[in-house]
């Protein structure tokens, strides 16, 4: 039995794994189709975009209704600053 629930903890767990934010440094893309598509594969609905500080500003919010703010380089595409919460 304890080897059954062993082989099924992956499988539990891979959904969660499937949808995890970006990470800084991740490139998302320099315009915001690329950057949407990008962030909803992460499990991440934009809402609206911003310019903000010379960056791009993604305001998403993920499956768990988690609110995230994820800077964008406009330059290079890759996600330099993410913050999570109200």
Request: glycine share 8%.
């Amino acid at each position: 039995m304890t080897r059954r629930i062993l082989l099924a903890l992956p499988l539990a767990l891979a959904p969660g794994l499937a949808f995890a934010m970006p990470s800084v440094g991740d490139v998302v893309g320099t315009n915001p189709e690329d950057a949407t598509a990008a962030l909803a594969e992460a499990g991440c609905t934009v809402n609206e975009f911003e310019a903000e500080d010379g960056q791009i500003e993604a305001k998403c919010i993920d499956a768990e209704k988690v609110r995230h703010e994820v800077y964008i380089d406009p330059k290079s595409g890759a996600v330099t600053k993410i913050k999570t919460g109200d």
